[in-house]
């Protein structure tokens, strides 16, 4: 190498240190100073791994004074360049720049400027990058954005009311599907849309406080949203931060419990602009005209400020139609003001229902049913309609009028836009409950712990009924020496001959408390060996996947998963089938929640559940009250709450009586199953005669969702996605462990990029490529086009610049030695925020040329893939003095294709605008026709829409285009 004094050159293996000059000389090394960074570096003068900066006619450069200089000539004295040109701040001519006077802060950004520097990256990262814009660009472009990246089944009512939802402006939907239908997946959907499109960037979470860490975890675990509990500790954590601790974070989950007992803290989340609040368990916010209840009134406040609102209940008029009415008040109390009106507009719809049934059964509609539908449908003649479903006409036109007629009355329907509900009688797929009680004798020990409660002076009927339900805990207190409750209840000797006669059988038992759980997994280790694990509230996250991926485990894991109440929430363990009730809780809810932890859409197997309970204690009376009262165990029992309300003193007061029989003025346990039965069957029957078909049709989206899961589906296993991530993973600098069973473990390196990588845990991650498998293991990260390690990965290729110049050599004897081509990737790139809806139709477009020495571009005769593998690497050394040696002619086709490049921008350009205004436009005009007939059209989305057709016309207009990576390819014989 030819150094020389004063020269600028640049470091091969520390770019960041920006531009260098060569301070000093000997016969074996050379030291150059990197002024910006204050760092000096001595190489070994015959193979410093440095490269000669020198720049051309026609580039820009800043001098250490502050002013650029555009070059018009290059001269050369002893080594030392001098720059000869314009200045750009008063443009005086031939003014001369010797390079040693070059600012040190130079970067070489462009791809040219990086090419002609030496900073020239490996060809196989010039080919990631090009395959990372073009996925990014069409995962941007697909319909199915936001729905497929989700650690859930594919299951079609859900994805149809995510998909229907999610792509709204600020939706206020009411998720209205019966318990197990997946309303807590159906809202994190639409949640990971609203982020993913740049609609919601703020979003509260509000929900009873025992089902905080159950959403926290769905969150997390299935959609990759890191949520942060809010409580008064983590409040006062972040004053420190903040004055308003709720802007410390983007996504909040607290109890409205907190928000109602902290009254400060609930004007603090009200003052914070957030774009979408989320509300579960919503029927227990009562409601009446002249009171509604403090809860109400906290979500009612929150609900006037925030744009979009979901609100989740497994009961929509289980309450009573007020309850059901206060509920669509809080999401539109413009379009729902009255309860007397909206009663009679219900009413309204009855009829029509029931044509739409009659229509879906393929029945023949009576005059009657034809006249409602001529009434509601008035704007359209469908008498035409009519004729062909009556006429002689073949099935398919039959099929198809018959649809177009439900089409047009689901979308006109009173509630339909604003309540989605689907009922497991509308939803094909859950498995039976087959139940088994097993009464078995009450130990001794039991019964003289009993009397000794019973016989205490001023003891209160919950402590008596406590002990009856969990004497386990009531035992463990007392002092007994060595003995220990499991080694004489006759329900740790039922479980353990169960466990034995199942060995081929995962089972999962639950117990209301912690303890429990714990001492029963000790019980069965100890006792018999079996192989159990726990699964309670005092376990970390981390903990808890441990135990969940050792009982997943087909070989060598757990056979038995002990879970206590809480523990349990927020997990689904569909692999198994048989469940174990050790003891019960009161609250039919929460019963449900146990059986849904195994009962749920994607279970293949009946489910199996067994209630050994002791006779003669609470225990008894109360599997008794749920299985013959209630019918609770062998089937969902959305009345249960209500009835359990009206029966629970007389319950309290029976289960706590000494013969567990009867109670003074109570009657006995017989008479009240009886009463509970009856009230609970004529619930049952007016819930059923309230069911509405025109709304549940509208809720399963019919063909629709099933297009939707064929969509999906047909994305999963994209070897396509598998290639890449590992290609990915290996440029960021990831360290890859294959486990087999379809599970690779990522872990940092030292060696890596950037020193963290997004989404990925400091201790690493094990990840899968494979739905079922990421269903079935919660601890393994499901690798999707959507997943943070996949979006933030190549958002951090991308901008680091990786691979944006490259060199390669074409071994083709066609064509004659030290022929060049140069392939540009130029990108069409719209300025403008996410929410703005850009990327739908105009996001980050490559645009690939190729072009000859003469300038012509072969792009569409040469498909990347294939010229790509034709190509072979180059040396780092061989590629700068190939780029040396051909830098006039790259100069001069840099310049040509920017005529090239001109005319597709200008083509992409009008695509996008053609296509944007036919979707937006249809979208427009189908919502203002819909707002004559159906006042659930909020007038804030029309206008929102066509706000947004005028901001994206401009948007789309304005897109800029500029180089984003180029390749030198040099034709060669050997």
């Excluded at 989950?253 to 989340?269: G, I, K, T, W």
Aim: net charge negative; glycine share 6%; charged share 25%.
């Amino acid at each position: 190498m030819a150094f020389a004094l004063g020269q600028r050159w640049i470091s091969d293996t520390e770019s960041d240190l920006g531009l260098g000059t060569v301070v000093a000389l000997d016969d074996r090394t050379v030291t150059l100073m990197f002024a910006a960074s204050e760092e000096n570096r001595v190489y070994a003068r015959h193979d410093a791994p440095v490269t000669r900066v020198i720049f051309h006619h026609g580039d820009i450069v800043d001098c250490q004074e502050g002013w650029a200089l555009q070059i018009e000539q290059v001269k050369e004295d002893d080594g030392v360049l001098t720059y000869i040109g314009t200045r750009q701040d008063n443009q005086a001519t031939d003014v001369e720049l010797r390079e040693i006077f070059l600012s040190h802060q130079i970067r070489f950004n462009k791809p040219q400027d990086k090419l002609f520097a030496g900073q020239i990256d490996r060809m196989d990262n010039f080919a990631l990058r090009y395959r990372a814009l073009l996925n990014q660009l069409e995962q941007h472009k697909s319909p199915m954005r936001g729905l497929c990246g989700g650690r859930v089944g594919l299951i079609a009512h859900q994805l149809y009311i995510a998909h229907e939802v999610g792509r709204r402006h600020a939706p206020r939907v009411l998720l209205a599907d019966e318990v197990g239908l997946g309303k807590t997946i159906e809202a994190g959907m639409v949640i990971h849309q609203q982020v993913l499109s740049g609609r919601a960037e703020r979003v509260l979470i509000v929900v009873p406080e025992t089902l905080q860490y159950q959403w926290l975890v769905e969150m997390m675990r299935r959609f990759n949203l890191h949520f942060s509990i809010f409580d008064e500790e983590r409040c006062i954590e972040s004053l420190s931060e903040a004055d308003n601790p709720f802007e410390t974070q983007q996504y909040v989950l607290c109890s409205l419990d907190f928000l109602r007992q902290y009254p400060r803290r609930f004007e603090q989340a009200l003052a914070v602009k957030w774009d979408l609040l989320v509300v579960d368990e919503a029927h227990h916010l009562a409601w009446q005209v002249d009171q509604p209840s403090p809860e109400y009134l906290i979500v009612e406040a929150l609900a006037q400020q925030i744009s979009g609102v979901l609100l989740l209940t497994a009961t929509p008029e289980q309450l009573g139609r007020e309850s059901h009415f206060a509920r669509l008040r809080l999401l539109d109390p413009d379009r729902f003001y009255d309860f007397d009106a909206f009663v009679k507009e219900e009413a309204s719809y009855e009829p029509v229902a029931e044509a739409v049934t009659a229509l879906a059964e393929d029945r023949t509609l009576s005059d009657e049913a034809k006249n409602h539908i001529v009434e509601l449908l008035s704007e359209q003649d469908v008498e035409p309609l009519f004729r062909i479903i009556d006429g002689n006409t073949n099935d398919e036109e039959k099929t198809s009028a018959r649809e177009e007629l439900i089409s047009n009355l689901m979308d006109r329907h009173g509630t339909g836009r604003v309540l989605f509900r689907n009922t497991r009688s509308s939803i094909q797929g859950f498995p039976q409950r087959c139940v088994s009680l097993i009464p078995l004798p009450q130990p001794q020990d039991y019964i003289e712990l009993f009397q000794q409660c019973l016989s205490a002076p001023d003891i209160e009927n919950a402590q008596k009924v406590q002990t009856g339900m969990y004497p386990e805990i009531s035992y463990q207190s007392q002092p007994h020496g060595q003995s220990v409750w499991w080694m004489f209840d006759p329900r740790l000797n039922w479980l353990i001959d169960k466990v034995k006669t199942k060995r081929s059988e995962k089972i999962l038992v639950i117990a209301a408390k912690a303890e429990t759980a714990l001492q029963i997994e000790q019980a069965l280790r100890e006792r018999e060996g079996i192989r159990a694990t726990v699964f309670h509230e005092g376990m970390s996250i981390i903990e808890r996947d441990k135990a969940a991926a050792y009982f997943a485990q087909d070989e060598g894991g757990a056979q038995v998963l002990v879970c206590s109440e809480i523990g349990s929430e927020g997990r689904n363990f569909q692999f198994a089938s048989q469940l174990v009730m050790f003891d019960l809780p009161m609250n039919p809810d929460l019963l449900e929640q146990r059986i849904g932890r195994l009962d749920r859409i994607g279970q293949k197997n009946d489910v199996d559940i067994y209630v050994p309970y002791l006779q003669g204690t609470a225990q008894e009376a109360i599997a008794r009250w749920f299985h013959e009262g209630l019918n609770a165990f062998a089937e969902t029992c959305p009345t249960g709450s209500a009835v359990f309300e009206s029966f629970a003193e007389r319950l309290m007061t029976l289960v706590s009586s000494p013969d567990l029989v009867s109670a003074p003025e109570h009657g006995t346990l017989d008479d009240l199953i009886a009463d509970a039965r009856k009230m609970n069957q004529a619930l049952k029957t007016e819930l059923e005669h309230g069911r509405d078909r025109l709304l549940e049709m509208h809720s399963h989206g019919g063909e629709k969702a099933e297009e939707i899961v064929r969509s999906i589906a047909a994305t999963d296993g994209d070897t396509q996605l598998v290639a890449f991530a590992l290609s990915l993973f290996d440029t960021i600098g990831l360290n890859q462990d294959d486990r087999g069973e379809h599970t690779l473990v990522v872990t940092p390196s030292e060696h890596m990029m950037v020193p963290s990588y997004p989404g990925l845990p400091y201790e690493g991650a094990t990840i899968t490529f494979d739905r079922d498998k990421a269903l079935s293991r919660e601890d393994i990260q499901f690798m999707t086009w959507e997943h943070p390690m996949i979006q933030g990965g190549i958002d951090l290729l991308l901008s680091e610049g990786v691979g944006v110049s490259a060199v390669s050599l074409l071994k083709n004897k066609a064509l004659p030695v030290g022929t060049i081509l140069l392939e540009l990737v130029y990108v069409v790139d719209a300025q403008a925020p996410k929410r703005s809806g850009i990327g739908r139709f105009l996001p980050r477009t490559p645009i690939r040329l190729m072009l000859d020495a003469q300038g012509n571009d072969l792009s569409s005769q040469v498909e990347f893939e294939g010229f790509n593998r034709q190509l072979s690497p180059v040396s780092r050394h061989l590629a700068n003095k190939l780029v040396t040696s051909v830098q006039q002619e790259v100069h001069q086709l840099i310049q040509k294709s920017e005529d090239v490049v001109q005319s597709r921008v200008e083509n992409i350009r009008k695509a996008a605008q053609q296509e944007m205004a036919s979707v937006l436009n249809r979208e427009l005009e189908r919502l203002q026709a819909l707002k004559a007939v159906n006042p659930n059209i909020r007038d804030e989305e029309i206008e929102v829409l066509g706000k947004q057709i005028s901001e994206l016309s401009v948007l789309i207009q304005q897109a800029q285009y500029q180089l984003d990576s180029l390749r030198l390819i040099v034709v060669s014989h050997q």
